[in-house]
C-alpha cells in the first residue's frame, strides 16, 4: 500500500515556473519507481516523467529541457520542477507509485488525487 499527495498547483504566465511535491508514504514505496503524469482538458493522462529506484529518469518529449524530477534521500517526496511552462502545460498533475525501472518491484499502482497547474499566454 502506497499513499500519495500532490501539492504545488496554481496558475503562472507563460514562460514562468512552478514546483510540484508529492509526499508518499507506505510499506512499499522502497521498492518502486515514481512518476508524474499530466492530464490536459478532455484528453488522455499521459506519462511526463519518471525515476526508478535506482535513481534513472525519463522525460516525455514535450518536457524535455524544461521540466526536472527529483527526490530527497529518504525517496519520501518526490518533485518536478516545471520551467518555461507553455499553456499546453495546463492540467492536471498525478504522482504515481509503479514499476518503471529493472530494479523496480512494487506490488500495485497507486496514485495521488492530483494538483492544478495552469499556464496562461
Known amino acids: 500500500q502506497v499513499d500519495l499527495l500532490e501539492s504545488g498547483g496554481g496558475s503562472v504566465q507563460a514562460g514562468g515556473s512552478l514546483k510540484l511535491s508529492c509526499v508518499a508514504s507506505g510499506d512499499d514505496i522502497s521498492r518502486c519507481g515514481m512518476g508524474w503524469y499530466h492530464q490536459a482538458p478532455e484528453k488522455a493522462r499521459e506519462l511526463v516523467s519518471t525515476?526508478?529506484?535506482?535513481?534513472?529518469?525519463t522525460y516525455a518529449e514535450s518536457v524535455k529541457g524544461r521540466f526536472t524530477t527529483s527526490q530527497d534521500n529518504a525517496k519520501t517526496t518526490l518533485y518536478l520542477q516545471m520551467n518555461s511552462l507553455k499553456t499546453e502545460d495546463t492540467g492536471m498533475y498525478y504522482c504515481a507509485a509503479e514499476t518503471y525501472g529493472r530494479y523496480d518491484s512494487c506490488s500495485g499502482s497507486w496514485w495521488g488525487p492530483g494538483t492544478q497547474v495552469t499556464v496562461s499566454s
Open positions: 525515476i526508478a529506484s535506482d535513481g534513472t529518469t
